[in-house]
Structures are given as C-alpha cells and as structure tokens.
Nanobody
Framework: QVQLVESGGGLVQSGDSLRLSCAAS????????MSWFRQAPGKEREGKER?????????????YYADFVKDRFTISRDNAKNTVYLQMNSLKSEDTAVYYC???????????????WGEGTLVTVSS
C-alpha cells in the first residue's frame, strides 16, 4: 500500500510558475514509477478521463511528458524524501485542473493502470 498526498496547488496568473509536491508513505517509494495526471473541474461529471501529464522512472533516470506540457513542465523525484515534484512554468488558463499524483509498478500513460492515487490539488490559472 502507498499513500500519496499532494500539495502546492493554488491560484496563479497566466505565465506564472508553480511547483507541486507529492509525498508518499507506506511501501518502498523507489519501487514505483510516479506520474501526474490532471482533470479539469467539472470534467468528472462529464465522464472525462484523467489526462496524463508526466511520469518519472523509479530512480529518476527516465521521464515522460504529454505533448501539451513539453518544455513547460518538469517532473522529478527525490527518493530520499519519498517525494515527487512537478515544476510548472509558463502556466496557461487551460492548465487549470485538479492535479493528481499516482503510482504504478510499470510505466503507463493511462489512468486506468495506476495502482495508487492521491486526493489531488487544485491549480487555477487566471488569464
């Protein structure tokens, strides 16, 4: 079992930066590929799936990004602190969403294959 707690969300303006953190506890953190997904407010009611944002391999040696965040977002992890980060730069209004941290034993960019989820942190970008 892995427990995940996100933090760092908030209200920012277009063009600003924000860093999200996800603290893990429970099982050995380095066993898991860590990912960030997001879901725009209200989309869960429309049945819209959570959107893959980024993932980082177990020792941080590999990273993966959705096309829409390449060159703006950076994912990283600190296994000594059991924490994964998402540095978000040049934020746009369309980045407004609840951002979720997730853990899986292998890399997937599909929310259906994640083993554990955090509760999410809301990021609101005003234009």
């Amino acid at each position: 079992q892995v427990q995940l707690v996100e933090s760092g969300g908030g209200l920012v303006q277009s063009g600003d930066s924000l860093r999200l953190s996800c603290a893990a506890s429970g099982d050995t953190f380095s066993r898991y590929v860590m990912s960030w997904f997001r879901q725009a407010p209200g989309k869960e009611r429309e049945g819209k799936e959570r959107e893959f944002v980024a993932a980082v391999w177990k020792a941080g040696e590999r990273t993966y990004y959705a096309d829409f965040v390449k060159d703006r977002f950076t994912i990283s992890r600190d296994n000594a602190k059991n924490t994964v980060y998402l540095q978000m730069n040049s934020l746009k209004s369309e980045d407004t969403a609840v951002y979720y941290c997730a853990a899986s034993l292998k890399y997937y960019n599909d929310y259906r294959f994640m083993s554990y989820w955090g509760e999410g942190t809301l990021v609101t970008v005003s234009s």
